[in-house]
């Protein structure tokens, strides 16, 4: 592994050399075939009031060499258009994570299980406790007990007990810590990181117990429920994170040793207790996010033959099962938010199939973004399903929803598939719908942080170098 210094020069020509040739001229994932193809540049001019970059950054020229072959460039107008985007985006993007991380350094409140105002059945502090986010007093029961569901109507006594919270804040703030590290090399953020992880998860007086039997608790009950496995979904988020941060000099091997023996205990409760091996059969986005996070633990835990298995078995099955021939996915489209969960069905897709291609591995010789079940399924279908009501604001959705349509994780699924399948209408529909998602950004709704997805896409066009894009 190259040290510090050295990584840094060679990811900045790295990145320079991929966003040049990928962002104008976009890749295309071949279904044979995972390597890249550059497609020519079109010569004709397209009229600026269609949808897409402004002509006259598209436009080239070529040139004879001395051996008689032809040598086709972009003119100096795209040229310097792109250099300037490219470094505007890049550099608003380190700022943010800067800002982010330098939030999250400055937090001096404590993170821990122990907290909680509510004990758990189990009376122990130290295991993690939440309650199930649609489940509400049983009106005709004097005390109310046990709860009923009222699907898609989120009842706020959820957040009564901050354990949950806590949790999606600590992967949040570590991710953000170890990718501001990667771009500055600030020691600060390494620091601030290996103490959250060692409160988390290895403090005896903090630390949480690495198991999630209370986790979705429905008050009447005794135990969790198997939903509440998928709070510790993001999980990948910190993963990610420690990859960058064992860069540093300063990076402590031990909290690295006592964080494996913590996951490695967790996957033992997540494989085979009666909560995590109902999720995992979970049919709907319960159980897709419970096959990534499966993945992400089994390569923190250096078991990547395990994890390639996993993803490929794991892929198939999820399209095969979860997406109609039309791309519907009929198990998110059951739900009364049913636009919210075929958006984040689709990213835990998205991220199998990342996996996949991460892994290097092929379902009947295809990798995961090709894939067609035996009807024709596809994580494309899925995407394309979407997209005429994303264009109309919903309008002809056939599907019970009572949330709305919100844009903004779609057009994120929107980039990534343009970067991945090179197709115009999906770029064409980022053009339309960009406005709503930066309007919801600056209205704060859910999932709508204000920022754009330079990083996310990045990584995609980087062979996955970086995943920090979706849910």
């Known amino acids: ?92 993007m380190i700022n943010n994570l800067i800002k982010s991380a330098d939030i999250a350094v400055a937090n001096t409140s404590t993170y821990s299980v122990t907290l909680k105002p509510q004990l758990p059945p189990s009376n122990d502090p130290h295991d993690y406790l939440s309650l199930s986010r649609y489940y509400w007093p049983d009106p005709n029961k004097p005390d109310g007990l046990p709860y009923i569901r009222k699907d898609g109507y989120p009842n706020p006594e959820f957040f009564s007990i901050a354990d949950y919270i806590l949790l999606r804040k600590l992967f949040r703030e570590i991710h953000d810590m170890g990718f501001a590290y990667y771009f500055t090399q600030n020691e600060t953020y390494v620091k601030k990181s290996m103490y959250r992880l060692k409160e988390w998860f290895l403090d005896e007086q903090t630390k949480m117990n690495p198991n999630l039997n209370y986790a979705g608790l429905k008050k009447g009950e005794l135990t969790g429920a198997h939903t509440g496995v998928l709070d510790f979904h993001q999980v990948f988020r910190m993963f990610q994170a420690i990859t960058l941060l064992r860069f540093s000099p300063l990076w402590d091997q031990s909290i690295d040793a006592g964080l494996r023996e913590w996951m490695s205990e967790y996957y033992i409760w997540f494989s085979t207790s009666k909560l995590g091996r109902i999720e995992g059969k979970a049919v709907n986005n319960h159980g897709t996010f419970y096959d990534v996070q499966a993945i992400f633990l089994l390569e923190y835990l250096g078991r990547n033959d395990e994890a390639k298995e996993y993803t490929q078995i794991s892929l198939k099955n999820r ?74 604001g919903g309008e002809g959705w056939p599907r019970k929803n009572i949330k709305g349509f919100e844009m903004n994780d779609y057009v994120k699924i929107l980039e990534l598939s343009y970067i991945i399948y090179d197709e115009e209408k999906y770029l064409e529909a980022v053009e339309e719908l960009r406005p709503q998602s930066k309007a919801e950004q600056a209205a704060g709704m859910r999932s709508a942080k204000w920022e754009d997805n330079y990083l996310c896409n990045l990584a995609m066009m980087t062979n996955r170098m970086l995943w920090t894009c979706l849910q």
């Open 319 to 392: 399209i095969d099962h979860g997406i109609l021939p039309s791309g519907e996915q009929p198990h998110e489209t059951a739900r009364p938010t049913s636009w919210f969960y075929s958006i984040f069905n689709l990213q835990g897709l998205f991220m199998l199939a990342e996996r996949c291609d991460h892994f290097g591995c092929k379902i009947k010789g295809r990798n995961g973004w090709n894939y067609e079940g035996p009807k024709k399924q596809s994580i494309q279908r899925a995407v394309d399903f979407l997209l005429p009501f994303a264009l109309s």
């Open 1 to 92: 592994m190259y040290p510090p210094p050295l990584r840094n020069k060679i990811s900045i020509i790295i990145l320079f050399g991929f966003i040049f040739f990928f962002i104008l001229w976009p890749i295309r994932y071949q279904s044979q075939s995972p390597l890249y193809v550059i497609p020519s540049i079109t010569k004709g001019a397209k009229s600026n009031s269609e949808p897409g970059p402004n002509i006259d950054a598209l436009r080239s020229t070529i040139l004879t060499d001395m051996s008689g072959n032809q040598k086709e460039y972009l003119n100096s107008k795209g040229y310097i258009t792109f250099l300037s985007i490219f470094k505007k985006q890049h550099q608003t």
